[in-house]
């Protein structure tokens, strides 16, 4: 089992940046690929980025490709979220994931762990 905690969240202007982090513990870190998704108020939890075990391959939704990227630190334990250009719609709680394996996944029923979600928000 895996514990996972987000760090880095932030009011931000539109056009700024922001690193997500999120540290896990309590297992072997190199065993989970992992991911990040975020929601809105009032929409669907939604995929942003995954990243495989080894950072070998990562995978990104459409709405973020070329501004954000997911990378990973096995030493440390932790991925991060890299997070430039950011735009008003982007705007919301994000979550990393975590599932045993290498293969990475873009729906969020393929996650087994949670963190509790770290709060973006983007001001025009």
């Known amino acids: 089992q895996v514990q996972l905690v987000e760090s880095g969240g932030g009011l931000v202007q539109a056009g700024g940046s922001l690193r997500l982090s999120c540290a896990a513990s309590g297992s072997t870190f190199s065993n989970y690929a992992m991911g990040w998704f975020r929601q809105a108020p009032g929409n669907e939890r939604e995929f942003v980025a995954a990243i495989t075990w080894n950072g070998g391959r990562t995978y990104y939704t459409d709405s973020v490709k070329g501004r954000f990227t997911i990378s990973r630190d096995n030493a440390k334990n932790t991925v991060y979220l890299q997070m430039n250009s950011l735009k008003p719609e982007d705007t919301a709680v994000y979550y990393c994931?975590?599932?045993?394996?290498?293969?990475?996944?873009?729906?969020?029923?393929?996650?087994?762990?949670w963190g509790q979600g770290t709060q973006v928000t983007v001001s025009s």
């Open positions: 994931a975590a599932r045993p394996g290498y293969r990475i996944y873009d729906d969020s029923s393929s996650y087994n762990y």
